[in-house]
């Protein structure tokens, strides 16, 4: 009894010892390696970015030469696709393990800063912002300070596939400034010219497009202290506008709309050949381009050259550094670096937007190809038209989701355009007041 | 007589289990104190903040804010929650018993003793092992696709199919589909049951001339009444709890036609950071799981028979 009462002791002390050292190896390893890290004067910051396959292989590259140019800094790298990108770092924000460093969107900062998550960089000595037009750095401005550093710019225009348009023999010139009704005009000749071809994605879900759509009517979506600025006049026309379109083979019937998710290229009736014209960030068109294997043009929406300036740039990201960092000396390097850097300006070329250091723009035009070129134009043309804007307010992700649930139930006829405006007049203003 | 005799061995036998066991208690606890850490910190530790988050306002970036019963008095008036929940009752009522139904009767068919019957078993098995993840919902997508495998296949014999995923009337029953299709574990659990049912019942039926359906009906199923009590419970707890197929395939799309529950409280955490709502929300689920199995259990006294 005796040996079986020792062997019954024994693993019941190894039971326990794992257990304690598979608990406690989190934090033992950790500090550890603050430790080394204070002795031998290295730095570890964290840089977290949503991603692209090309956008990890690109910003790899430049991590190993920031890493090369400031031997005493080292960068832990968290990427991940978008969706799970804001669940992290919500995640990471609430138990206070941050990135030192991260990337940022337009639609998420206003939330970060008021949340007095991110650092001021106003007068940061580190970030050199000379060669940043005043009107672009302004983007990451606000209340007078700057806590966000634009990547880049872009802008949405259409995309369209001058292959269906002349196989429909339609003259079509993106230097003109068609109207909405043009615009109607030649979708439904596309289609009754190609029966199985329609003009347009249709785009009644798209808030980016509905902005745009209420600033040909010198409206905005939000007043800028993030109120519903949009008339419900405006969001009638707009529902309706969409709805005689798909009526008229202008654009897809609602099931097939509601079947293509706008998260996966292969599958948008765009690279189906079914489409002629699609909204477009500047930048992500590559992608499209190379899905479809045909070459594909660029034009801005309708009313783009009318006296309202309906287009505005678009910060297509930011860098941002956390309030809560213990190194924000390598994390300004870092921005930067990643900001300024001709060497790094030549990796990324236009994939983060296009690049708003001026003396990189010119430089990288040099060793760019025609899509770069056709990117650098489209996005100069935008500028000198473009009014300033102002950040979303924080609900206007859950508003975007909002659009897409009445706009379908107007695609399948469940909501007439003015009962639709109602719903979701009501239901956003709900949706701002409550945060 | 043997009744008492019965006890007083029963108890100095277990007299015997308790003296052991104190001796070797020490080895049971730890090798439990992994699991026990994990229950403690892991399951009882988020349940008990659950609950505390339930009745406030937090974002993940800001600190909690309390806000008493406000949630719940939201999400009564959220028709979105509505939605929700009809839309994951019409899928529980309709996708248990579907599901039910198939195992109950694939089971049938492999329980004869046939040459190979183990690879068919195993084969059949299969795609419960592996319904439940992403990799199965995308192929599933591409199979339902407008112009997926499915409607090809119609359409060479003349029909036309519909836009499954995009038709707010048939996207629902792609996922019902897909649920039946999984029905493995359920068919292995009544494999084992009709092994359980005692051979002699049979053979006496056969005696006084029953026959074969009317065996089934009046053997097979009145004795295998607890098995298919334990996969129906199960079923409802799982089928409340769907969440991957709808996310991948449909995304609670097409106008909200599978909105499922689990998804809307998804969306509500961690797309829009109503993390005290969405705590709200999954209280109200663990209510409505708890009454429905309760409800179950209420009638199982008059359809579950223990006992020959």
Same mark, same amino acid.
């Given at each position: 009894?005796?040996?079986?009462?020792?062997?019954?002791?024994?693993?019941?002390?190894?039971?326990?010892?794992?257990?304690?050292? %598979? #608990?406690?190896?989190? +934090?033992?390893?950790? /500090? @550890?390696?603050?430790? $080394?890290?204070?002795?031998? =004067?290295?730095? &570890?910051?964290?840089?977290?970015?949503?991603?692209?396959?090309?956008?990890?292989?690109?910003?790899?590259?430049?991590?190993?030469?920031?890493?090369?140019?400031?031997?005493?800094?080292?960068?832990?790298?968290?990427?991940?696709?978008?969706?799970?990108?804001?669940?992290?770092?919500?995640?990471?924000?609430?138990?206070?393990?941050?990135?030192?460093?991260?990337?940022?969107?337009?639609?998420?900062?206003?939330?970060?800063?008021?949340?007095?998550?991110?650092?001021? %960089? #106003?007068?940061?000595? +580190?970030?050199?912002? /000379? @060669?940043?037009?005043? $009107?672009?750095?302004?983007? =990451?401005?606000? &209340?007078?300070?700057?806590?966000?550093?634009?990547?880049?710019?872009?802008?949405?225009?259409?995309?369209?596939?001058?292959?269906?348009?002349?196989?429909?023999?339609?003259?079509?010139?993106?230097?003109?400034?068609?109207?909405?009704?043009?615009?109607?005009?030649?979708?439904?000749?596309?289609?009754?010219?190609?029966?199985?071809?329609?003009?347009?994605?249709?785009?009644?879900?798209?808030?980016?497009?509905?902005?745009?759509?209420?600033?040909?009517?010198?409206?905005?979506?939000?007043?800028?202290?993030?109120?519903?600025?949009?008339?419900?006049?405006?969001?009638?026309?707009?529902?309706?506008?969409?709805?005689?379109?798909?009526?008229?083979?202008?654009?897809?019937?609602?099931?097939?709309?509601?079947?293509?998710?706008?998260?996966?290229?292969?599958?948008?009736?765009?690279?189906?050949?079914?489409?002629?014209?699609?909204?477009?960030?500047?930048?992500?068109?590559?992608?499209?381009?190379?899905?479809?294997?045909?070459?594909?043009?660029?034009?801005?929406?309708?009313?783009?050259?009318?006296?309202?300036k309906p287009y505005t740039v678009h910060p297509a990201m930011y860098w941002a550094i956390s309030s809560h960092t213990k190194y924000p000396d390598a994390a300004a390097k870092l921005v930067n670096f990643l900001e300024n850097d001709p060497q790094v300006s030549k990796i990324f070329l236009n994939e983060r937007g296009v690049t708003v250091n001026q003396d990189n723009l010119k430089a990288d035009a040099k060793v760019g190809d025609a899509m770069l070129?056709?990117?650098?134009?489209?996005?100069?043309?935008?500028?000198?038209?473009?009014?300033?804007?102002?950040?979303?307010?924080?609900?206007?992700?859950?508003?975007?989701?909002?659009?897409?649930?009445?706009?379908?139930?107007?695609?399948?006829?469940?909501?007439?355009?003015?009962?639709?405006?109602?719903?979701?007049?009501?239901?956003?203003?709900?949706?701002?007041?409550?945060? | 007589?043997?009744?008492?005799?019965?006890?007083?061995?029963?108890?100095?036998?277990?007299?015997?289990?308790?003296?052991?066991?104190?001796?070797?208690?020490?080895?049971?606890?730890?090798?439990?104190?992994?699991?026990?850490?994990?229950?403690?910190?892991?399951?009882?530790?988020?349940?008990?903040?659950?609950?505390?988050?339930?009745?406030?306002?937090?974002?993940?970036?800001?600190?909690?804010?309390?806000?008493?019963?406000?949630?719940?008095?939201?999400?009564?008036?959220?028709?979105?929650?509505?939605?929700?929940?009809?839309?994951?009752?019409?899928?529980?009522?309709?996708?248990?018993?579907?599901?039910?139904?198939?195992?109950?009767?694939?089971?049938?068919?492999?329980?004869?003793?046939?040459?190979?019957?183990?690879?068919?078993?195993?084969?059949?098995?299969?795609?419960?092992?592996?319904?439940?993840?992403?990799?199965?919902?995308?192929?599933?997508?591409?199979?339902?696709?407008?112009?997926?495998?499915?409607?090809?296949?119609?359409?060479?014999?003349?029909?036309?199919?519909?836009?499954?995923?995009?038709?707010?009337?048939?996207?629902?029953?792609?996922?019902?589909?897909?649920?039946?299709?999984?029905?493995?574990?359920?068919?292995?659990?009544?494999?084992?049951?009709?092994?359980?049912?005692?051979?002699?019942?049979?053979?006496?039926?056969?005696?006084?001339?029953?026959?074969?359906?009317?065996?089934?009906?009046?053997?097979?199923?009145?004795?295998?009444?607890?098995?298919?009590?334990?996969?129906?419970?199960?079923?409802?707890?799982?089928?409340?709890?769907?969440?991957?197929?709808?996310?991948?395939?449909?995304?609670?799309?097409?106008?909200?036609?599978?909105?499922?529950?689990?998804?809307?409280?998804?969306?509500?955490?961690?797309?829009?950071?109503?993390?005290?709502?969405?705590?709200?929300?999954?209280?109200?689920?663990?209510?409505?799981?708890?009454?429905?199995?309760?409800?179950?259990?209420?009638?199982?006294?008059?359809?579950?028979?223990?006992?020959?």
């Amino acid at each position: 009894m005796n040996g079986f009462k020792m062997k019954v002791a024994s693993v019941a002390v190894l039971g326990l010892a794992t257990t304690l050292t %598979l #608990s406690g190896c989190g +934090t033992s390893g950790k /500090s @550890s390696g603050a430790n $080394n890290a204070s002795e031998s =004067g290295q730095e &570890n910051i964290t840089f977290s970015w949503w991603t692209s396959p090309q956008r990890t292989a690109e910003t790899k590259k430049a991590i190993a030469l920031f890493e090369k140019k400031y031997p005493n800094i080292h960068v832990t790298m968290e990427y991940t696709g978008w969706s799970g990108y804001w669940s992290k770092l919500a995640t990471e924000s609430a138990g206070g393990s941050e990135p030192d460093v991260m990337q940022m969107d337009a639609s998420r900062l206003a939330e970060y800063i008021t949340k007095g998550q991110l650092a001021d %960089l #106003s007068s940061n000595q +580190t970030i050199d912002t /000379s @060669s940043i037009p005043k $009107n672009i750095l302004q983007l =990451g401005d606000m &209340n007078g300070k700057l806590y966000a550093i634009p990547a880049g710019v872009n802008a949405t225009t259409w995309i369209y596939n001058p292959a269906i348009l002349k196989q429909a023999g339609i003259q079509f010139d993106p230097s003109k400034n068609y109207t909405w009704d043009d615009f109607a005009k030649i979708c439904e000749e596309i289609h009754q010219k190609l029966p199985n071809v329609y003009g347009v994605d249709d785009e009644i879900d798209q808030g980016a497009v509905l902005a745009y759509y209420a600033q040909t009517r010198g409206e905005h979506m939000y007043t800028p202290d993030g109120k519903l600025a949009i008339s419900k006049q405006t969001l009638t026309d707009w529902f309706t506008y969409w709805l005689d379109l798909q009526n008229k083979g202008g654009c897809p019937p609602a099931q097939v709309n509601a079947s293509y998710d706008h998260s996966n290229t292969q599958e948008s009736p765009f690279i189906k050949g079914e489409t002629a014209f699609q909204y477009m960030f500047i930048g992500e068109e590559l992608e499209y381009q190379q899905d479809l294997g045909k070459p594909i043009e660029h034009a801005l929406f309708p009313d783009w050259a009318d006296s309202d300036k309906p287009y505005t740039v678009h910060p297509a990201m930011y860098w941002a550094i956390s309030s809560h960092t213990k190194y924000p000396d390598a994390a300004a390097k870092l921005v930067n670096f990643l900001e300024n850097d001709p060497q790094v300006s030549k990796i990324f070329l236009n994939e983060r937007g296009v690049t708003v250091n001026q003396d990189n723009l010119k430089a990288d035009a040099k060793v760019g190809d025609a899509m770069l070129k056709e990117q650098d134009s489209v996005m100069s043309q935008v500028e000198k038209v473009a009014s300033p804007s102002y950040l979303d307010p924080p609900a206007a992700g859950q508003i975007g989701d909002l659009l897409t649930q009445i706009a379908q139930q107007v695609t399948f006829k469940k909501l007439t355009p003015s009962q639709a405006a109602d719903q979701f007049y009501t239901q956003a203003t709900n949706m701002l007041a409550q945060g | 007589m043997g009744l008492p005799t019965d006890a007083v061995v029963a108890s100095r036998h277990s007299k015997r289990r308790a003296s052991w066991s104190s001796r070797s208690g020490l080895a049971a606890y730890g090798f439990l104190t992994p699991w026990m850490l994990g229950m403690l910190l892991m399951t009882l530790g988020a349940m008990l903040f659950t609950i505390y988050l339930a009745f406030t306002n937090y974002d993940l970036l800001s600190q909690p804010r309390w806000i008493g019963a406000l949630n719940f008095h939201q999400i009564l008036q959220d028709p979105n929650f509505w939605t929700s929940i009809r839309v994951t009752f019409i899928y529980v009522v309709i996708s248990v018993p579907a599901r039910l139904i198939a195992s109950l009767l694939v089971a049938t068919l492999l329980n004869k003793e046939v040459r190979g019957i183990g690879i068919y078993r195993a084969l059949i098995y299969l795609p419960s092992l592996i319904g439940g993840s992403i990799g199965i919902s995308i192929g599933w997508k591409k199979l339902f696709d407008v112009a997926g495998p499915i409607n090809s296949v119609l359409k060479a014999v003349g029909l036309h199919g519909p836009v499954w995923l995009g038709n707010p009337r048939t996207a629902i029953l792609v996922i019902v589909l897909l649920s039946v299709w999984q029905f493995g574990s359920e068919m292995v659990i009544f494999l084992a049951g009709f092994k359980q049912i005692p051979g002699y019942l049979y053979e006496s039926a056969t005696i006084d001339g029953a026959s074969a359906v009317r065996q089934y009906f009046h053997i097979t199923l009145p004795m295998l009444s607890p098995i298919i009590f334990f996969n129906l419970v199960m079923g409802t707890i799982s089928s409340f709890m769907t969440f991957t197929q709808v996310y991948v395939l449909t995304d609670g799309g097409p106008m909200n036609s599978t909105l499922f529950y689990v998804l809307y409280l998804y969306e509500q955490a961690f797309q829009y950071y109503h993390m005290g709502y969405a705590a709200a929300l999954s209280i109200i689920l663990l209510i409505m799981i708890a009454v429905c199995t309760g409800f179950l259990f209420l009638t199982a006294k008059f359809w579950v028979k223990y006992d020959v």
